[in-house]
């Protein structure tokens, strides 16, 4: 998110110097000096909407879910509880090894059974980014067939709903592997 403000502060710098190389489309039009307020508008209304909608996400706050073996973590927003399993966890070599094996959801159902506490605030910071990924997928779906089928589309609902349910059934697949993980976890 740091980053895409960062960005905007650049475009907005650029188009207050009546250069518009970020937006290729327009860079070139005739009626640069009506467009250019517009732009700049619209690139502060997105740089509020941004502070507005993100403003207390400090991201070193979940730095643990990624690292949890990471000396050097911010836990004062912890429980007691999180906090002592926290410190058994970074202690801990078997999940130490499994952290380096597992993909990082895989290793969260895998402390499920000893770290319960911690699994449970690790799984409800992971879980939000679930239905960003899927609007991803069904945007990078959608791009593929408009690129592959650009000559003969004639309705993109149809391909993207088969492209859809294509990803449907590799996420059950997926859900299935995971409850059995999580059962052969305990």
Known sequence: MAAFKGKLLIWKR???DNNLDMFPLTANTKF???IIPIINDSLTLSDQKLDHYFSSLDLKLFDWVRN??????ETSHFSLKEEEELAELKNDRTFQMKFNELELSQFWI???????N???LAHSVLL???TSYLCEVAFSALNEIKNKK???????????RVAHRRFHHELIHYIG??????????
């Open 14 to 16: 650029r188009v207050n």
């Open 32 to 34: 640069t000096d009506k």
């Open 68 to 73: 949890p073996f990471n000396p050097s973590l």
């Open 110 to 116: 895998y402390t499920k059974k000893e770290y319960p």
């Open 118 to 120: 911690l699994t449970k």
């Open 128 to 130: 939000p980014f679930s």
């Open 150 to 160: 650009r000559e003969r589309l004639i309705n993109v609902e149809e391909e993207l």
């Open 177 to 186: 592997l995971v409850a059995c993980s999580i059962r052969h976890a305990y």
